[in-house]
């Protein structure tokens, strides 16, 4: 682009330079004019080159919009099942599941078998890739598994109606997202029907007290105008807000503190604690300081389960958490220049 740019902009100096050594000190009329019709018609030539050139990346621009905008609208919807189900609890089972991803070579997810009881809270760690947020998609059935059977309750996800599915499990993931509106129907979407009341509530127990006092309408404040933004880490705090009031027995929580600060993170895990309670919890994190309270640690290498236990016992095994954990640490007291 800016090669481009320099070079039909600078067809004047090189026009000059042309007359100079063509005409000499002979002081030829008609070069003169020559020149001057050229100086006065490559204007034209530069503007009309332009516009061809921003025509062709416009056209990519739009082509690739569609492809992205037709790739959603041609997504094939999942069966859906339109029987209410009994579900006995909020334990989670996986029985040897197995899941490949459009047009993949190999498996994302291979042969997995997982029993997560109700109320339990179980965190997924380990190296990027390894399928820990597949697997929680898988639960939440943003996707169907290639094989095996992933059940909540002993009813398998596909037998379950959408709505039914949506309204047992909460998300927050790590890149939350407020919608162009006020804070208070920002939160109010995890429960329609709630009152003001309950909103005030979970924002409270959320943590966000600090980031009501601060804004110029309080709770009414439009996010995205006049100048009013949150940051990650008190935006991830006011999605934390809209999980607590919808209060689903199921909560995944997906990266949920990887763009906090310190101050927001120990507000973030403080929030988190109020939420989990008495709920089943899959928390997928690399700070591993995050899980080291949970009740059972999977490890997730290469779509397979490598290690499952406590923070203690994996300690212990001296396997791949504990090498994590010690890398961790390092990378925690590292320091510039020290």
């Known amino acids: 682009?800016?090669?481009?740019?320099?070079?039909?902009?600078?067809?004047?100096?090189?026009?000059?330079?042309?007359?100079?050594?063509l005409g000499g000190e002979s002081g030829d009329r008609e070069l003169f004019v020559n020149l001057l019709f050229y100086i006065i018609i490559t204007p034209i030539l530069t503007v009309t080159l332009g516009k061809i050139m921003y025509a062709g990346e416009n056209t990519m621009i739009v082509e690739d919009a569609l492809n992205r905008t037709d790739s959603i609208l041609n997504k094939k919807p999942l069966p859906e099942s339109e029987k209410q189900q009994e579900i006995r609890d909020y334990s989670i089972t996986l029985d040897q599941v197995s899941f490949r991803y459009d047009d993949a070579k190999q498996d994302a997810?291979?042969?997995?078998?997982?029993?997560?009881?109700?109320?339990?809270?179980?965190?997924?760690?380990?190296?990027?890739g390894g399928g820990k947020t597949t697997l929680a998609s898988l639960v939440a059935r943003f996707?169907?598994?290639?094989?095996?059977?992933?059940?909540?309750?002993?009813?398998?996800?596909?037998?379950?109606?959408?709505?039914?599915?949506?309204?047992?499990?909460?998300?927050?993931f790590q890149d939350s997202k407020l919608l162009k509106m006020s804070i208070y129907d920002n939160v109010r979407m995890g429960k329609k029907d709630a009152t003001r009341e309950e909103v005030m509530e979970a924002l409270k127990n959320a943590q966000c007290e600090d980031i009501i006092a601060k804004l110029p309408n309080g709770v009414d404040t439009v996010i995205g105008t006049e100048g009013t933004y949150v940051s990650g880490g008190e935006a991830q705090r006011l999605?934390?807000?809209?999980?607590?009031?919808?209060?689903a027995p199921i909560l995944i929580l997906d990266e949920a503190t990887a763009f906090a600060d310190p101050d927001n993170e120990a507000k973030v895990?403080?929030?988190?604690?109020?939420?989990?309670?008495?709920?089943?919890?899959?928390?997928?994190?690399?700070?591993?300081?995050?899980?080291?309270?949970?009740?059972?640690?999977?490890?997730?290498?290469?779509?397979?389960?490598?290690?499952?236990?406590?923070?203690?016992?994996?300690?212990?095994?001296?396997?791949?958490y504990a090498h994590m954990w010690n890398e961790y640490n390092k990378s925690v007291s590292w320091k510039v220049g020290a």
Not at 110 to 128: K, M, N, T
Not at 150 to 162: A, E, F, N
Not at 239 to 247: D, G, T
């Open 1 to 21: 682009m800016v090669g481009f740019t320099t070079l039909i902009n600078a067809i004047f100096a090189i026009l000059i330079a042309a007359a100079y050594w």
């Open 109 to 128: 997810l291979h042969e997995i078998s997982l029993d997560i009881r109700s109320g339990e809270h179980v965190a997924f760690v380990g190296p990027s």
């Open 143 to 172: 996707y169907d598994a290639t094989a095996g059977s992933v059940r909540i309750g002993g009813v398998d996800v596909k037998d379950i109606p959408s709505a039914q599915l949506m309204n047992m499990v909460s998300f927050v």
């Open 239 to 247: 999605s934390i807000a809209r999980a607590m009031l919808k209060s």
């Open 269 to 320: 895990q403080k929030a988190f604690s109020k939420l989990a309670e008495g709920k089943t919890v899959i928390m997928i994190a690399h700070r591993l300081s995050s899980v080291v309270g949970a009740d059972r640690i999977c490890v997730l290498k290469a779509g397979e389960i490598a290690e499952q236990g406590t923070h203690a016992q994996l300690l212990e095994e001296n396997g791949l």
